[in-house]
């Protein structure tokens, strides 16, 4: 596919107001956008940062529309959005990534059967949406096991861990009727991701699988270069760039993986946007993965992913950010802060970055 780039001065519209949003309008700065923050929060990471901010619920149409009309292109920081306003916005104005590509990102099953489909391989899954159904998973995926909602929940939210003794009945009534995806437990030696943009010419470009380990089912911290071996690192990258070509992509897609300990990879689950394991990007490389999600989503040239640097990030959770100043006085640190009130528990406040010359 081939259209005109969007020159510098316009406008890209965000939906959602998070930290991502926040740091892809900064992106967007620097080469010259406007963004329109669309977002059902006020005083928003974004907002913060947007020269426009339209706060109203997602199906909003009225509002939807009126943002539309005010935008040359509309992205997302945040895919689960219905698909009636999707919809909509397309019919308006050029959105990047696809509906399509939302649709397959917003549901764990429709997910799990795209890369199964393109021969690529999960953990074993099955869709359940009653108790007998997942009885029946139990029996034939075994335990340990985990249930999931098969929309929403992230950072553990939504999930149910099926142990040796857990009673499968209140389990599923801890889903509260929602429809669940049973998976089977991984025993794996760590988790990658890899972050890869495709432009609307069909160029991709990938960043280095990088290193996530994550306590109390957040991502704590990220490091770069990741510990495996270099056969395995172009297998987890050949697997996100070949999801990136089978969605026709435009934007940008970030594949997390299991490691096994056989030394193979398995799909955990992809985002259609910047991801929290990409924030190294902004110290340790000449183009980051926000820069380069602004590039694709403005049909630009993509920049060059290449590492300068290594790297280990760290993700500054509630009360954590109280210790800026000390970040600040670290030498080799950098300090991202997301513009939040509130240091609640749990809660995703900033992150800093120790960059350290590269060795390999």
Same mark, same amino acid.
């Given at each position: ?5 969007l ?24 080469l ?5 923050v669309?977002t ?41 959005v ?57 029996d ?17 939210k ?11 009945a ?6 509260d ?15 990658i ?18 290193? &996530? ?54 799909? &955990? ?5 910047p991801?929290?394991?990409g924030?190294w ?7 980051d ?6 590039r694709a ?17 760290? &993700? ?8 800026w ?13 997301y513009?939040k009130?509130?240091?609640r ?14 060795? &390999?």
């Amino acid at each position: 596919m081939t259209c005109a780039p969007l020159a510098p001065g316009g406008t890209i519209g965000i939906i959602g107001g998070g930290q991502l949003g926040r740091m892809a309008a900064l992106a967007a700065a620097r080469l010259g956008y406007r963004v329109h923050v669309f977002t059902p929060e006020a005083d928003s990471p974004t907002e913060q940062v947007a020269a426009q901010a339209t706060v109203a619920a997602y199906d909003d149409l009225a509002a939807l529309e009126a943002f539309a009309r005010s935008v040359d292109v509309v992205t997302f920081e945040f895919e689960n959005v219905p698909a009636e306003s999707v919809r909509l916005l397309t019919s308006l104005v050029p959105v990047r990534p696809s509906w399509k590509v939302l649709e397959v990102a917003q549901d764990r099953i429709s997910e799990k059967k795209f890369f199964n489909g393109i021969g690529i391989a999960t953990a074993p899954w099955a869709e359940i949406n009653s108790l007998a159904d997942l009885q029946t998973a139990v029996d034939r995926i075994g335990r340990p096991a985990v249930l999931k909602t098969t929309r929403l929940g992230y950072d553990g939210k939504g999930q149910v861990k099926i142990g040796p003794k857990t009673d499968l009945a209140e389990a599923w009534a801890g889903m509260d009727g929602a429809p669940a995806v049973l998976e089977g437990f991984i025993d794996f030696s760590g988790e990658i991701s890899v972050i890869v943009a495709r432009g609307l010419d069909g160029a991709c470009a990938t960043f280095d699988p990088a290193w &996530n380990v994550h306590t109390n089912h957040i991502l704590d911290t990220t490091t770069i270069p990741a510990p495996i071996s270099a056969p395995l690192a172009e297998r987890a990258v050949q697997v996100a760039l070949k999801a990136a070509e089978e969605l026709e992509l435009v934007g940008l897609l970030a594949v997390e993986m299991f490691v096994t300990k056989s030394g193979d990879v398995l799909v &955990n689950e992809m985002a259609p946007r910047p991801h929290n394991s990409g924030h190294w990007t902004m110290d340790a490389c000449v183009t980051d993965q926000f820069e380069q999600f602004i590039r694709a989503v403005c049909g630009l040239p993509l920049g060059s992913p290449e590492r300068h640097s290594d790297a280990v990030m760290t &993700n500054l959770i509630g009360s954590d950010v109280d210790r800026w100043l000390d970040f600040l006085k670290e030498p080799g640190a950098k300090l991202h802060l997301y513009g939040k009130a509130e240091a609640r528990s749990g809660r995703k406040m900033g992150h800093v970055t120790r960059i350290a010359p590269r060795q &390999n």
